[in-house]
Protein backbone atom coordinates (compact mmCIF):
# COMPACT_ATOMS: atom_id res chain seq x y z
CA UNK A 1 0.00 0.00 0.00
CA UNK A 2 1.40 3.66 -0.63
CA UNK A 3 2.09 5.43 2.09
CA UNK A 4 1.78 9.29 2.14
CA UNK A 5 2.98 11.59 4.89
CA UNK A 6 1.36 15.47 4.63
CA UNK A 7 2.00 18.42 7.00
CA UNK A 8 0.31 21.44 6.20
CA UNK A 9 1.44 23.64 9.16
CA UNK A 10 4.47 22.63 11.09
CA UNK A 11 7.80 21.50 10.57
CA UNK A 12 8.80 17.87 9.47
CA UNK A 13 11.16 15.94 11.48
CA UNK A 14 14.56 14.16 10.08
CA UNK A 15 15.14 11.67 8.74
CA UNK A 16 11.47 10.58 7.89
CA UNK A 17 11.27 7.89 4.92
CA UNK A 18 8.78 6.96 2.65
CA UNK A 19 8.41 4.24 -0.04
CA UNK A 20 8.26 5.12 -3.69
CA UNK A 21 7.10 7.25 -7.14
CA UNK A 22 8.64 6.55 -10.29
CA UNK A 23 9.54 8.73 -13.94
CA UNK A 24 6.85 8.16 -15.59
CA UNK A 25 5.90 12.00 -16.59
CA UNK A 26 9.62 13.49 -16.26
CA UNK A 27 8.93 17.46 -16.87
CA UNK A 28 6.63 17.73 -18.79
CA UNK A 29 6.84 20.99 -21.70
CA UNK A 30 4.78 23.44 -20.48
CA UNK A 31 3.15 24.19 -23.83
CA UNK A 32 1.08 20.67 -23.22
CA UNK A 33 0.72 20.75 -19.80
CA UNK A 34 -3.02 20.36 -19.20
CA UNK A 35 -3.68 21.42 -15.64
CA UNK A 36 -6.36 19.64 -13.68
CA UNK A 37 -9.45 21.17 -11.67
CA UNK A 38 -9.42 20.21 -7.99
CA UNK A 39 -12.34 17.54 -8.33
CA UNK A 40 -10.14 15.72 -10.87
CA UNK A 41 -6.79 16.59 -8.76
CA UNK A 42 -8.87 14.48 -5.98
CA UNK A 43 -9.04 11.43 -7.81
CA UNK A 44 -5.77 11.60 -9.58
CA UNK A 45 -1.91 11.18 -9.17
CA UNK A 46 0.23 14.93 -9.04
CA UNK A 47 2.08 13.93 -12.55
CA UNK A 48 -1.13 13.74 -14.33
CA UNK A 49 -2.86 16.47 -16.72
CA UNK A 50 -6.07 16.69 -18.11
CA UNK A 51 -4.71 14.41 -21.08
CA UNK A 52 -3.23 11.94 -19.70
CA UNK A 53 -4.37 11.11 -16.19
CA UNK A 54 -2.73 8.44 -13.38
CA UNK A 55 -5.39 7.10 -10.65
CA UNK A 56 -4.87 7.25 -6.78
CA UNK A 57 -4.97 3.91 -5.15
CA UNK A 58 -7.80 3.38 -2.93
CA UNK A 59 -9.71 5.36 -5.81
CA UNK A 60 -12.80 2.96 -6.67
CA UNK A 61 -13.53 3.56 -10.28
CA UNK A 62 -16.14 2.08 -12.80
CA UNK A 63 -14.90 2.39 -16.04
CA UNK A 64 -17.87 1.77 -17.67
CA UNK A 65 -19.74 4.55 -16.16
CA UNK A 66 -16.67 6.82 -15.12
CA UNK A 67 -17.97 10.05 -17.23
CA UNK A 68 -21.37 10.12 -15.80
CA UNK A 69 -20.21 9.31 -12.05
CA UNK A 70 -16.88 12.20 -12.77
CA UNK A 71 -18.52 14.22 -15.13
CA UNK A 72 -17.59 17.62 -13.11
CA UNK A 73 -13.93 16.19 -12.60
CA UNK A 74 -13.89 16.08 -16.80
CA UNK A 75 -15.39 19.25 -17.35
CA UNK A 76 -17.79 18.18 -19.48
CA UNK A 77 -21.29 19.89 -19.54
CA UNK A 78 -24.98 18.55 -19.90
CA UNK A 79 -24.82 18.37 -23.66
CA UNK A 80 -21.35 16.10 -23.16
CA UNK A 81 -22.14 12.61 -23.83
CA UNK A 82 -19.59 10.17 -23.56
CA UNK A 83 -20.24 6.83 -25.57
CA UNK A 84 -18.24 3.55 -25.54
CA UNK A 85 -17.04 2.28 -29.06
CA UNK A 86 -14.66 -0.39 -28.24
CA UNK A 87 -13.23 -2.68 -25.33
CA UNK A 88 -10.62 -5.38 -25.30
CA UNK A 89 -8.30 -7.42 -23.27
CA UNK A 90 -4.96 -7.70 -24.14
CA UNK A 91 -2.49 -10.10 -24.00
CA UNK A 92 -1.63 -9.65 -20.07
CA UNK A 93 -5.40 -9.03 -18.98
CA UNK A 94 -5.67 -5.62 -18.80
CA UNK A 95 -9.04 -4.25 -19.69
CA UNK A 96 -9.30 -1.25 -21.85
CA UNK A 97 -12.29 1.38 -22.68
CA UNK A 98 -12.09 3.82 -25.87
CA UNK A 99 -14.82 6.62 -25.92
CA UNK A 100 -16.06 8.79 -28.15
CA UNK A 101 -17.20 12.41 -27.49
CA UNK A 102 -20.76 13.22 -28.35
CA UNK A 103 -21.99 16.87 -28.00
CA UNK A 104 -26.07 17.48 -28.14
CA UNK A 105 -25.57 14.00 -29.79
CA UNK A 106 -23.10 14.95 -32.58
CA UNK A 107 -19.69 13.16 -32.58
CA UNK A 108 -17.32 15.73 -31.82
CA UNK A 109 -13.98 14.79 -34.19
CA UNK A 110 -10.58 14.06 -31.95
CA UNK A 111 -12.78 14.38 -28.42
CA UNK A 112 -11.40 10.72 -27.32
CA UNK A 113 -10.58 8.76 -24.25
CA UNK A 114 -9.54 5.73 -23.20
CA UNK A 115 -9.37 3.98 -19.81
CA UNK A 116 -7.75 1.38 -18.55
CA UNK A 117 -7.94 -0.82 -15.76
CA UNK A 118 -5.57 -3.61 -14.79
CA UNK A 119 -6.47 -7.64 -13.84
CA UNK A 120 -7.00 -6.96 -10.65
CA UNK A 121 -9.67 -4.18 -11.07
CA UNK A 122 -8.29 -1.29 -10.19
CA UNK A 123 -8.76 1.60 -12.90
CA UNK A 124 -5.10 2.58 -13.15
CA UNK A 125 -5.06 4.89 -15.69
CA UNK A 126 -7.36 7.12 -18.58
CA UNK A 127 -6.07 9.21 -21.56
CA UNK A 128 -7.23 10.93 -24.61
CA UNK A 129 -8.32 14.66 -25.44
CA UNK A 130 -11.54 16.21 -24.41
CA UNK A 131 -12.97 19.38 -26.39
CA UNK A 132 -14.91 21.20 -23.58
CA UNK A 133 -16.45 24.46 -23.55
CA UNK A 134 -18.36 23.50 -26.89
CA UNK A 135 -21.25 26.43 -27.28
CA UNK A 136 -22.43 25.72 -31.53
CA UNK A 137 -25.11 25.14 -33.41
CA UNK A 138 -26.86 22.05 -34.47
CA UNK A 139 -28.68 22.34 -36.84
CA UNK A 140 -26.82 22.24 -40.59
CA UNK A 141 -28.34 24.84 -43.34
CA UNK A 142 -27.01 22.21 -46.22
CA UNK A 143 -28.38 18.54 -46.70
CA UNK A 144 -26.04 15.89 -46.86
CA UNK A 145 -26.23 15.54 -50.99
CA UNK A 146 -25.87 19.63 -51.39
CA UNK A 147 -22.23 19.26 -49.08
CA UNK A 148 -20.94 16.51 -50.62
CA UNK A 149 -21.55 18.85 -54.13
CA UNK A 150 -19.41 20.99 -52.32
CA UNK A 151 -16.81 18.08 -51.40
CA UNK A 152 -16.83 16.44 -54.92
CA UNK A 153 -16.20 20.36 -56.22
CA UNK A 154 -13.42 20.43 -53.85
CA UNK A 155 -11.50 17.58 -54.80
CA UNK A 156 -12.22 17.99 -58.68
CA UNK A 157 -11.28 14.22 -59.26
CA UNK A 158 -11.56 12.67 -63.08
CA UNK A 159 -13.14 10.25 -61.67
CA UNK A 160 -14.26 8.45 -58.28
CA UNK A 161 -13.95 4.43 -56.95
CA UNK A 162 -17.68 4.40 -56.96
CA UNK A 163 -17.22 4.74 -60.27
CA UNK A 164 -15.23 1.63 -60.87
CA UNK A 165 -17.69 -1.48 -60.78
CA UNK A 166 -14.71 -3.66 -60.45
CA UNK A 167 -13.89 -1.83 -57.06
CA UNK A 168 -17.12 -1.89 -56.02
CA UNK A 169 -17.91 -5.35 -56.69
CA UNK A 170 -14.14 -6.36 -54.85
CA UNK A 171 -15.24 -4.32 -51.90
CA UNK A 172 -18.57 -6.02 -51.57
CA UNK A 173 -16.89 -9.28 -51.65
CA UNK A 174 -14.25 -7.90 -48.73
CA UNK A 175 -16.82 -6.85 -46.89
CA UNK A 176 -19.41 -9.88 -47.72
CA UNK A 177 -22.27 -7.20 -47.98
CA UNK A 178 -23.68 -6.78 -51.33
CA UNK A 179 -24.55 -3.13 -50.44
CA UNK A 180 -21.08 -2.27 -49.92
CA UNK A 181 -19.96 0.63 -51.41
CA UNK A 182 -17.51 3.72 -51.91
CA UNK A 183 -20.25 6.19 -52.67
CA UNK A 184 -19.46 8.75 -49.96
CA UNK A 185 -21.61 8.64 -47.11
CA UNK A 186 -21.86 11.63 -44.67
CA UNK A 187 -21.90 12.08 -41.06
CA UNK A 188 -22.62 15.59 -39.25
CA UNK A 189 -20.40 16.21 -36.66
CA UNK A 190 -18.03 18.62 -35.01
CA UNK A 191 -14.87 19.71 -36.62
CA UNK A 192 -12.02 21.81 -35.76
CA UNK A 193 -11.04 24.47 -38.82
CA UNK A 194 -7.45 23.82 -38.30
CA UNK A 195 -5.65 21.13 -37.15
CA UNK A 196 -2.47 22.88 -34.78
CA UNK A 197 -3.21 20.42 -32.00
CA UNK A 198 -4.72 23.46 -30.02
CA UNK A 199 -7.89 21.59 -29.89
CA UNK A 200 -10.15 24.42 -28.74
CA UNK A 201 -13.77 25.07 -28.82
CA UNK A 202 -13.72 27.86 -30.46
CA UNK A 203 -12.68 26.24 -33.39
CA UNK A 204 -15.06 23.69 -33.54
CA UNK A 205 -17.40 23.79 -36.37
CA UNK A 206 -20.83 21.58 -37.46
CA UNK A 207 -19.69 19.91 -40.80
CA UNK A 208 -20.59 17.21 -42.88
CA UNK A 209 -17.44 14.49 -43.28
CA UNK A 210 -16.93 12.26 -46.65
CA UNK A 211 -14.76 9.67 -47.00
CA UNK A 212 -14.01 10.05 -51.13
CA UNK A 213 -12.29 7.74 -52.74
CA UNK A 214 -10.62 8.68 -56.04
CA UNK A 215 -9.75 6.69 -58.88
CA UNK A 216 -7.52 9.34 -60.31
CA UNK A 217 -4.77 9.02 -57.71
CA UNK A 218 -3.23 12.51 -58.93
CA UNK A 219 -6.32 13.50 -56.47
CA UNK A 220 -5.25 11.58 -53.22
CA UNK A 221 -8.44 9.87 -51.27
CA UNK A 222 -9.52 12.21 -48.69
CA UNK A 223 -11.31 12.73 -45.67
CA UNK A 224 -13.04 16.04 -45.84
CA UNK A 225 -15.40 18.25 -43.72
CA UNK A 226 -17.37 20.40 -45.20
CA UNK A 227 -18.72 23.21 -42.92
CA UNK A 228 -22.48 22.90 -42.40
CA UNK A 229 -23.80 26.27 -41.96
CA UNK A 230 -21.32 28.12 -45.04
CA UNK A 231 -20.48 24.69 -47.39
CA UNK A 232 -16.79 25.98 -46.69
CA UNK A 233 -14.05 22.93 -46.54
CA UNK A 234 -12.68 23.50 -43.95
CA UNK A 235 -10.79 20.50 -42.80
CA UNK A 236 -9.16 17.84 -45.09
CA UNK A 237 -7.06 14.69 -43.91
CA UNK A 238 -5.02 12.34 -46.39
CA UNK A 239 -6.66 8.93 -46.51
CA UNK A 240 -3.73 7.47 -48.42
CA UNK A 241 -0.48 7.12 -46.43
CA UNK A 242 2.19 6.60 -49.24
CA UNK A 243 5.97 6.05 -49.25
CA UNK A 244 8.54 9.02 -50.59
CA UNK A 245 9.91 7.77 -53.86
CA UNK A 246 14.10 6.63 -54.10
CA UNK A 247 15.28 4.59 -56.04
CA UNK A 248 17.74 1.72 -55.84
CA UNK A 249 18.15 -2.24 -56.94
CA UNK A 250 19.25 -5.21 -55.02
CA UNK A 251 18.26 -9.03 -54.85
CA UNK A 252 15.79 -9.40 -52.05
CA UNK A 253 15.65 -12.73 -50.53
CA UNK A 254 16.02 -15.93 -52.60
CA UNK A 255 13.90 -18.72 -53.23
CA UNK A 256 10.90 -18.58 -50.74
CA UNK A 257 7.79 -20.89 -49.54
CA UNK A 258 4.37 -19.27 -49.47
CA UNK A 259 0.87 -20.83 -50.01
CA UNK A 260 -1.22 -20.32 -53.19
CA UNK A 261 -4.42 -21.76 -54.86
CA UNK A 262 -5.12 -23.57 -57.09
CA UNK A 263 -8.00 -22.85 -59.80
CA UNK A 264 -8.62 -24.62 -62.71
CA UNK A 265 -5.21 -26.02 -64.33
CA UNK A 266 -3.19 -23.12 -62.75
CA UNK A 267 -2.11 -21.88 -58.91
CA UNK A 268 -3.14 -18.22 -58.45
CA UNK A 269 -2.18 -15.64 -56.15
CA UNK A 270 -4.38 -16.26 -53.73
CA UNK A 271 -3.63 -17.69 -50.09
CA UNK A 272 -6.38 -18.97 -47.91
CA UNK A 273 -4.86 -21.35 -45.65
CA UNK A 274 -6.01 -19.11 -42.34
CA UNK A 275 -8.62 -17.49 -41.53
CA UNK A 276 -7.51 -13.94 -43.38
CA UNK A 277 -7.41 -14.45 -47.03
CA UNK A 278 -3.97 -13.05 -48.50
CA UNK A 279 -4.57 -11.35 -52.21
CA UNK A 280 -1.62 -10.47 -54.55
CA UNK A 281 -3.06 -8.50 -57.98
CA UNK A 282 -0.85 -7.80 -60.54
CA UNK A 283 -1.24 -4.22 -61.74
CA UNK A 284 1.07 -5.00 -65.22
CA UNK A 285 2.39 -1.60 -65.31
CA UNK A 286 -1.11 0.68 -64.56
CA UNK A 287 -3.62 1.18 -62.21
CA UNK A 288 -5.42 -1.62 -59.15
CA UNK A 289 -6.83 -4.61 -61.48
CA UNK A 290 -8.23 -7.61 -60.16
CA UNK A 291 -6.00 -10.09 -62.00
CA UNK A 292 -4.33 -13.03 -60.48
CA UNK A 293 -0.89 -14.27 -60.99
CA UNK A 294 -0.90 -17.49 -62.05
CA UNK A 295 1.89 -20.11 -62.53
CA UNK A 296 0.85 -23.68 -64.26
CA UNK A 297 3.09 -25.94 -61.33
CA UNK A 298 3.54 -23.82 -58.33
CA UNK A 299 6.97 -23.22 -59.15
CA UNK A 300 7.37 -20.04 -59.52
CA UNK A 301 9.69 -18.08 -61.51
CA UNK A 302 7.83 -14.58 -61.67
CA UNK A 303 10.48 -12.96 -58.94
CA UNK A 304 7.93 -10.01 -58.13
CA UNK A 305 4.88 -11.94 -57.68
CA UNK A 306 6.95 -14.39 -55.35
CA UNK A 307 8.50 -11.17 -53.21
CA UNK A 308 4.98 -9.57 -53.09
CA UNK A 309 3.01 -12.49 -51.82
CA UNK A 310 5.76 -13.60 -49.76
CA UNK A 311 6.02 -10.56 -48.28
CA UNK A 312 2.18 -9.97 -48.01
CA UNK A 313 2.47 -13.40 -45.76
CA UNK A 314 5.27 -12.77 -43.40
CA UNK A 315 3.66 -9.67 -43.08
CA UNK A 316 0.60 -11.60 -41.72
CA UNK A 317 2.96 -13.60 -39.85
CA UNK A 318 4.60 -11.16 -37.77
CA UNK A 319 1.09 -9.13 -36.44
CA UNK A 320 -0.32 -12.72 -36.10
CA UNK A 321 2.74 -14.61 -34.22
CA UNK A 322 4.05 -11.22 -32.67
CA UNK A 323 1.47 -9.64 -31.52
CA UNK A 324 -1.98 -11.99 -31.83
CA UNK A 325 -3.41 -9.72 -33.96
CA UNK A 326 -5.46 -11.33 -37.10
CA UNK A 327 -4.61 -9.19 -39.71
CA UNK A 328 -4.22 -5.45 -40.17
CA UNK A 329 -8.13 -4.83 -38.65
CA UNK A 330 -7.26 -7.46 -35.85
CA UNK A 331 -10.29 -9.17 -37.08
CA UNK A 332 -8.99 -11.04 -40.09
CA UNK A 333 -9.99 -8.95 -43.17
CA UNK A 334 -8.50 -9.71 -46.34
CA UNK A 335 -4.77 -8.52 -46.77
CA UNK A 336 -4.93 -7.16 -50.34
CA UNK A 337 -1.76 -6.40 -52.84
CA UNK A 338 -1.52 -4.36 -55.43
CA UNK A 339 1.43 -5.43 -57.65
CA UNK A 340 3.78 -3.88 -60.04
CA UNK A 341 2.17 -0.89 -60.77
CA UNK A 342 2.54 2.55 -62.19
CA UNK A 343 -0.57 4.53 -61.37
CA UNK A 344 -1.20 8.09 -62.45
CA UNK A 345 -0.45 10.18 -59.52
CA UNK A 346 1.46 7.35 -57.51
CA UNK A 347 3.86 6.55 -59.95
CA UNK A 348 6.58 3.88 -60.36
CA UNK A 349 8.67 5.02 -57.47
CA UNK A 350 6.28 4.75 -54.62
CA UNK A 351 3.70 2.71 -52.10
CA UNK A 352 0.76 3.37 -50.71
CA UNK A 353 -1.87 1.67 -48.32
CA UNK A 354 -5.62 3.39 -48.43
CA UNK A 355 -5.01 4.49 -52.15
CA UNK A 356 -6.79 1.91 -53.44
CA UNK A 357 -9.33 0.85 -50.45
CA UNK A 358 -8.29 -0.82 -47.25
CA UNK A 359 -5.19 -2.29 -49.26
CA UNK A 360 -1.88 -1.30 -50.56
CA UNK A 361 -0.34 -0.77 -53.49
CA UNK A 362 3.86 -1.22 -54.83
CA UNK A 363 5.34 0.68 -57.83
CA UNK A 364 7.33 -1.53 -60.03
CA UNK A 365 10.45 0.98 -59.83
CA UNK A 366 12.12 3.10 -62.72
CA UNK A 367 13.26 -0.01 -64.45
CA UNK A 368 11.63 -3.49 -65.76
CA UNK A 369 13.84 -5.47 -63.38
CA UNK A 370 11.90 -6.97 -60.34
CA UNK A 371 14.64 -5.96 -58.09
CA UNK A 372 13.50 -2.55 -58.75
CA UNK A 373 10.23 -3.05 -57.41
CA UNK A 374 8.68 -1.01 -54.38
CA UNK A 375 7.75 -4.36 -52.39
CA UNK A 376 10.77 -5.24 -50.25
CA UNK A 377 9.45 -7.17 -47.18
CA UNK A 378 10.24 -3.80 -44.82
CA UNK A 379 8.16 -2.07 -47.53
CA UNK A 380 4.98 -4.61 -47.60
CA UNK A 381 4.85 -4.61 -43.39
CA UNK A 382 5.06 -0.70 -43.31
CA UNK A 383 1.96 -0.30 -45.77
CA UNK A 384 0.14 -2.68 -43.53
CA UNK A 385 1.24 -1.45 -40.41
CA UNK A 386 -0.81 1.79 -41.50
CA UNK A 387 -3.56 -0.25 -41.73
CA UNK A 388 -2.98 -1.75 -38.15
CA UNK A 389 -3.05 2.30 -37.39
CA UNK A 390 -5.87 3.04 -39.28
CA UNK A 391 -7.83 0.76 -37.06
CA UNK A 392 -6.28 1.09 -33.93
CA UNK A 393 -5.43 4.89 -33.01
CA UNK A 394 -5.88 6.04 -36.66
CA UNK A 395 -3.27 8.86 -36.05
CA UNK A 396 -4.51 11.76 -38.51
CA UNK A 397 -1.89 11.99 -41.25
CA UNK A 398 -0.41 15.14 -41.33
CA UNK A 399 1.83 17.20 -39.02
CA UNK A 400 2.75 15.39 -36.25
CA UNK A 401 0.33 13.32 -35.57
CA UNK A 402 1.15 11.79 -39.22
CA UNK A 403 4.83 11.59 -38.26
CA UNK A 404 4.51 9.09 -35.83
CA UNK A 405 1.81 7.52 -38.27
CA UNK A 406 4.43 7.01 -40.71
CA UNK A 407 7.16 6.53 -38.02
CA UNK A 408 5.20 3.48 -36.83
CA UNK A 409 4.86 1.89 -39.89
CA UNK A 410 8.73 2.12 -40.71
CA UNK A 411 8.92 0.91 -37.11
CA UNK A 412 6.93 -2.45 -38.19
CA UNK A 413 8.11 -2.73 -41.35
CA UNK A 414 11.65 -2.85 -40.09
CA UNK A 415 10.03 -5.54 -37.92
CA UNK A 416 8.97 -7.62 -40.53
CA UNK A 417 11.82 -7.41 -42.38
CA UNK A 418 13.64 -8.95 -39.08
CA UNK A 419 10.76 -11.94 -38.43
CA UNK A 420 11.19 -13.04 -42.08
CA UNK A 421 15.05 -12.94 -42.45
CA UNK A 422 16.49 -12.78 -38.75
CA UNK A 423 17.76 -9.29 -38.52
CA UNK A 424 16.73 -6.23 -39.87
CA UNK A 425 19.25 -3.21 -41.23
CA UNK A 426 17.07 -0.14 -39.78
CA UNK A 427 17.07 1.44 -43.26
CA UNK A 428 13.27 1.97 -44.82
CA UNK A 429 13.36 0.03 -48.23
CA UNK A 430 17.49 -1.17 -47.99
CA UNK A 431 17.27 -4.29 -49.71
CA UNK A 432 16.12 -2.07 -52.71
CA UNK A 433 17.69 1.17 -51.87
CA UNK A 434 17.28 2.76 -48.69
CA UNK A 435 14.99 6.07 -48.17
CA UNK A 436 15.36 6.69 -44.49
CA UNK A 437 17.85 5.39 -41.53
CA UNK A 438 17.18 4.54 -37.96
CA UNK A 439 20.36 4.65 -37.06
CA UNK A 440 21.11 8.55 -38.97
CA UNK A 441 18.15 10.16 -40.23
CA UNK A 442 20.56 12.61 -40.86
CA UNK A 443 21.66 11.13 -44.43
CA UNK A 444 18.49 11.25 -46.10
CA UNK A 445 17.24 15.04 -44.90
CA UNK A 446 15.61 13.73 -41.58
CA UNK A 447 15.91 15.13 -37.93
CA UNK A 448 17.24 12.67 -35.01
CA UNK A 449 16.08 15.33 -32.90
CA UNK A 450 12.43 16.88 -32.32
CA UNK A 451 12.46 20.23 -33.78
CA UNK A 452 16.22 20.20 -34.51
CA UNK A 453 18.11 19.33 -37.77
CA UNK A 454 15.85 18.59 -40.48
CA UNK A 455 12.61 19.32 -38.20
CA UNK A 456 9.58 20.40 -40.57
CA UNK A 457 7.72 23.28 -38.74
CA UNK A 458 4.51 22.19 -38.33
CA UNK A 459 2.92 25.45 -36.67
CA UNK A 460 0.68 26.94 -39.12
CA UNK A 461 1.16 24.64 -42.00
CA UNK A 462 -1.89 24.07 -44.06
CA UNK A 463 -1.51 19.78 -45.31
CA UNK A 464 -0.95 19.64 -49.07
CA UNK A 465 0.99 17.13 -51.05
CA UNK A 466 3.23 19.53 -51.96
CA UNK A 467 4.51 20.04 -48.31
CA UNK A 468 4.25 15.98 -47.48
CA UNK A 469 1.31 16.82 -45.42
CA UNK A 470 3.62 18.97 -42.98
CA UNK A 471 6.38 16.62 -43.11
CA UNK A 472 4.98 13.62 -42.26
CA UNK A 473 8.10 11.71 -43.96
CA UNK A 474 10.44 13.37 -42.50
CA UNK A 475 9.57 14.31 -39.25
CA UNK A 476 9.14 10.29 -38.53
CA UNK A 477 13.07 9.98 -38.48
CA UNK A 478 12.60 11.24 -34.97
CA UNK A 479 10.53 8.30 -33.07
CA UNK A 480 12.67 5.90 -35.85
CA UNK A 481 15.49 6.77 -33.87
CA UNK A 482 14.00 6.76 -30.88
CA UNK A 483 13.31 3.18 -31.25
CA UNK A 484 16.65 2.33 -32.94
CA UNK A 485 18.36 3.67 -29.15
CA UNK A 486 15.68 1.67 -27.50
CA UNK A 487 16.24 -1.29 -28.95
CA UNK A 488 20.13 -1.12 -29.68
CA UNK A 489 21.16 1.53 -27.36
CA UNK A 490 23.75 4.43 -27.90
CA UNK A 491 25.60 7.98 -26.79
CA UNK A 492 26.21 11.20 -27.61
CA UNK A 493 24.58 14.88 -27.64
CA UNK A 494 20.77 16.29 -29.22
CA UNK A 495 21.18 18.58 -31.62
CA UNK A 496 21.00 20.78 -28.72
CA UNK A 497 23.98 19.86 -26.99
CA UNK A 498 22.23 17.66 -24.48
CA UNK A 499 24.06 14.57 -23.85
CA UNK A 500 22.42 11.18 -23.42
CA UNK A 501 23.37 7.85 -22.65
CA UNK A 502 20.89 4.89 -23.40
CA UNK A 503 21.12 1.32 -22.73
CA UNK A 504 19.32 -0.64 -25.47
CA UNK A 505 16.67 -3.31 -24.66
CA UNK A 506 16.81 -5.42 -27.76
CA UNK A 507 13.77 -4.89 -30.56
CA UNK A 508 11.82 -7.38 -29.59
CA UNK A 509 11.00 -6.12 -26.22
CA UNK A 510 11.35 -2.61 -28.05
CA UNK A 511 8.41 -3.60 -30.72
CA UNK A 512 6.08 -5.07 -28.03
CA UNK A 513 6.64 -1.71 -26.41
CA UNK A 514 5.34 0.27 -29.49
CA UNK A 515 2.53 -2.04 -30.45
CA UNK A 516 0.99 -1.52 -27.09
CA UNK A 517 1.74 2.13 -27.47
CA UNK A 518 -0.19 2.63 -30.36
CA UNK A 519 -3.40 -0.12 -30.32
CA UNK A 520 -3.30 0.74 -26.86
CA UNK A 521 -2.61 4.40 -25.70
CA UNK A 522 -2.86 6.71 -28.59
CA UNK A 523 -5.77 8.47 -30.53
CA UNK A 524 -5.75 9.96 -33.92
CA UNK A 525 -4.53 13.22 -32.24
CA UNK A 526 -1.42 12.21 -30.81
CA UNK A 527 1.55 14.60 -30.31
CA UNK A 528 4.84 13.76 -29.80
CA UNK A 529 4.27 14.01 -26.25
CA UNK A 530 1.60 11.83 -26.04
CA UNK A 531 3.81 8.81 -28.06
CA UNK A 532 6.58 9.09 -25.32
CA UNK A 533 3.89 8.84 -21.98
CA UNK A 534 2.43 5.88 -24.11
CA UNK A 535 5.47 4.27 -24.37
CA UNK A 536 6.25 4.57 -20.79
CA UNK A 537 2.81 3.67 -19.88
CA UNK A 538 3.31 0.58 -22.27
CA UNK A 539 6.65 -0.18 -20.78
CA UNK A 540 5.62 -0.05 -17.06
CA UNK A 541 2.40 -2.47 -17.90
CA UNK A 542 4.66 -5.22 -19.37
CA UNK A 543 8.05 -5.25 -17.26
CA UNK A 544 7.10 -2.72 -14.42
CA UNK A 545 7.69 0.49 -12.98
CA UNK A 546 11.05 0.12 -12.01
CA UNK A 547 12.10 -1.91 -14.51
CA UNK A 548 15.48 -1.50 -17.36
CA UNK A 549 12.87 -1.04 -19.71
CA UNK A 550 11.10 1.60 -18.77
CA UNK A 551 14.16 3.81 -17.83
CA UNK A 552 15.51 3.05 -21.21
CA UNK A 553 12.41 4.20 -22.55
CA UNK A 554 12.80 7.72 -21.02
CA UNK A 555 16.20 7.93 -21.82
CA UNK A 556 15.59 7.35 -25.58
CA UNK A 557 13.17 9.64 -25.77
CA UNK A 558 15.72 12.27 -23.81
CA UNK A 559 18.36 11.27 -26.62
CA UNK A 560 15.98 12.79 -29.08
CA UNK A 561 14.62 15.89 -27.34
CA UNK A 562 11.61 14.54 -26.11
CA UNK A 563 11.01 15.93 -22.73
CA UNK A 564 13.58 15.47 -20.20
CA UNK A 565 15.37 12.29 -19.18
CA UNK A 566 13.88 10.40 -16.57
CA UNK A 567 15.29 12.15 -13.52
CA UNK A 568 18.90 10.49 -11.74
CA UNK A 569 18.72 7.58 -9.09
CA UNK A 570 18.77 10.02 -6.33
CA UNK A 571 18.68 13.94 -6.17
CA UNK A 572 18.98 16.54 -3.13
CA UNK A 573 16.41 19.53 -3.01
CA UNK A 574 17.43 22.81 -1.94
CA UNK A 575 15.68 26.55 -1.80
CA UNK A 576 12.03 27.65 -1.57
CA UNK A 577 9.27 25.71 -2.79
CA UNK A 578 6.43 25.93 -4.40
CA UNK A 579 8.85 29.08 -6.31
CA UNK A 580 11.38 26.52 -7.12
CA UNK A 581 8.72 23.50 -8.50
CA UNK A 582 5.91 21.40 -7.26
CA UNK A 583 6.88 17.97 -8.05
CA UNK A 584 10.29 16.72 -7.51
CA UNK A 585 11.62 13.46 -8.03
CA UNK A 586 14.37 11.13 -8.28
CA UNK A 587 14.21 7.30 -9.48
CA UNK A 588 15.44 6.06 -6.13
CA UNK A 589 16.32 8.42 -3.23
CA UNK A 590 14.95 12.21 -2.86
CA UNK A 591 16.45 14.45 -0.17
CA UNK A 592 15.90 17.36 1.24
CA UNK A 593 18.02 19.97 2.98
CA UNK A 594 21.17 17.78 2.84
CA UNK A 595 23.99 20.34 3.66
CA UNK A 596 21.12 22.97 2.63
CA UNK A 597 17.83 24.62 3.52
CA UNK A 598 14.80 23.79 2.48
CA UNK A 599 11.73 25.23 3.21
CA UNK A 600 7.92 25.21 2.07
CA UNK A 601 6.42 27.86 2.10
CA UNK A 602 2.88 28.88 2.89
CA UNK A 603 1.11 28.47 -0.67
CA UNK A 604 -2.65 26.64 -2.01
CA UNK A 605 -0.07 24.85 -4.38
CA UNK A 606 0.47 21.38 -3.09
CA UNK A 607 4.59 20.33 -3.53
CA UNK A 608 5.34 16.82 -3.94
CA UNK A 609 8.66 14.75 -3.30
CA UNK A 610 8.83 10.84 -4.62
CA UNK A 611 11.40 8.36 -4.99
CA UNK A 612 10.73 4.54 -5.44
CA UNK A 613 12.66 3.74 -2.33
CA UNK A 614 13.15 6.67 0.00
CA UNK A 615 12.66 10.31 0.45
CA UNK A 616 14.59 11.79 3.20
CA UNK A 617 13.85 14.88 4.87
CA UNK A 618 17.18 16.15 6.64
CA UNK A 619 17.27 18.87 9.93
CA UNK A 620 16.92 22.14 8.25
CA UNK A 621 13.70 21.72 6.03
CA UNK A 622 11.13 23.40 7.02
CA UNK A 623 7.10 23.53 6.44
CA UNK A 624 5.59 26.67 7.29
CA UNK A 625 2.63 27.15 8.55
CA UNK A 626 -0.46 27.17 5.52
CA UNK A 627 2.03 25.09 3.45
CA UNK A 628 0.78 22.52 1.62
CA UNK A 629 3.60 19.21 1.21
CA UNK A 630 3.42 15.87 0.57
CA UNK A 631 6.31 13.03 0.35
CA UNK A 632 4.96 9.75 -0.95
CA UNK A 633 5.98 6.52 -2.24
CA UNK A 634 4.04 3.78 -4.66
CA UNK A 635 4.44 0.06 -4.22
Partial sequence: MKRIFKIISKAISPHLAVVAAVFITGNIMAQNKAPLNPKMEALSKPESDRNWINFREGVAINPSTIFTDYREAFELSVEDRMNIVKTETDQIGFNHFRYQQFYKNIKVVYGEFAVHQQPDGFVKSANGRLITGLNQASIPALNEEQALQLALQFMNAKKYLWQNSAMENELKRQEKNADATYYPKGELV??????????????????????????????????????????????????????????????????????????????????????????????????????????????W????????????????????GEHGRASWNGASADMISYNNSNAPGLGPNNACWGCT?????????????????????????????????????????????????????????????????????????????????????????????????????????????????????????????????????????????????????SRFSARQIQYRALTVYLNSSSQYIDARRAALQSAWDLYGQCSAEIIAVGDAWHAVGVESQSPPFSQ???????????????????????????????????????????????????????????????P
Wanted: aromatic share 12%; with cysteine.
Fill in 357 to 505: GNSTIYGQGSTTASTDDWNTNDIVGHEFAHGVTQSSANLVYNSESGALNESFSDIFGEMVESWSEGNCDYLVGGDRGAIRSFIDPNLYGDPDTYLGTNWVTTAGCVPSSGNDNCGVHTNSGVQNRYFHLLSEGGSGTTDFGVPYNVTGI
Fill in 301 to 320: TAQSAVQAQWGTMMTYNYFN
Fill in 572 to 634: NFCGNYPASGTFMQSISLTTAANGCATTITPSATAVYFTARDNVILYPGFIAQAGSNFTAYLE
Fill in 190 to 299: YAPSNYEATFLAADYKLAWNFKIYTDDLTVMPKSLYVDALTGQVIHAVDIAMNCSAGSGTSAFNGTVSFNTELSGASFRSHDDCQATDLYVFNCAGGGAVNTYYTDADNT
